[in-house]
């Protein structure tokens, strides 16, 4: 009687559980090379820049180089707070049918500038980090972070899920939405390196 009650309990764990899907080599290329080039696009972006330059405004309402920097090294912790809330739950495949864009258009909606909105205030640069090699050093802390994980994680990424008023993605997804944020504001510190007032040194 003993032996058939284990294998019934065997048998129900089997049943209900659901195994952690570690990512692909693929998939964890893509997340490793996205999160990696876009550090390195941010670096050679604001490499050797002067303080006037760091801190020049196209307008009074723009934000500075200083400013954008600032707002990605914020958002790398904020973001990533998708990714650790999501680990909390438990893996779920029967929700897959709510991920409706693709890993590629997860990267381009987010790094496009063609759209452009007012972020939310807890993203605003404000100096919290006291200085832009201060910025740059808790940016590059946190990013080398998030590498090292998707380099080594055996986490199911792909079934738990962060939902964002502009849609479900998966873990993974989460990842490169963040990859994809800072090449976003990347882009626009290039924009103001590109204005005709900026200075020369």
Not at 142 to 156: E, G, L
Request: with cysteine; hydrophobic share 35%; net charge neutral.
């Amino acid at each position: 009687m003993r032996t058939i009650v284990l294998c019934l309990m065997t048998l129900a764990l089997v049943s209900f559980s659901v195994p952690d899907t570690s990512l692909t080599d693929q998939e964890r290329k893509l997340g490793m090379d996205q999160l990696t080039n876009s550090k390195n696009h941010l670096l050679t972006a604001i490499k050797g820049l002067s303080p006037g330059q760091l801190n020049f405004k196209a307008t009074p309402t723009s934000w500075s180089i200083a400013e954008c920097t600032e707002h990605i090294a914020i958002s790398e912790s904020l973001l990533y707070g998708m990714v650790e809330d999501a680990l909390k739950t438990p893996a779920d495949p029967s929700r897959r049918g709510e991920v409706k864009m693709t890993d590629e258009q997860v990267i381009g909606m987010i790094s496009s500038r063609d759209s452009k909105f007012k972020t939310a205030e807890p993203f605003e640069p404000t100096g919290k980090f006291g200085s832009h090699d201060g910025t740059v050093k808790e940016f590059l802390a946190k990013r080398d972070a998030h590498i090292a994980y998707v380099k080594s994680t055996k986490d199911d990424l792909r079934n738990r899920y962060a939902v964002r008023p502009f849609g479900t993605f998966d873990t993974f997804q989460a990842i490169l939405f963040m990859a994809g944020h800072s090449e976003r504001h990347t882009k626009q510190i290039e924009e103001v390196k590109a204005d005709p007032n900026f200075p020369k040194k």
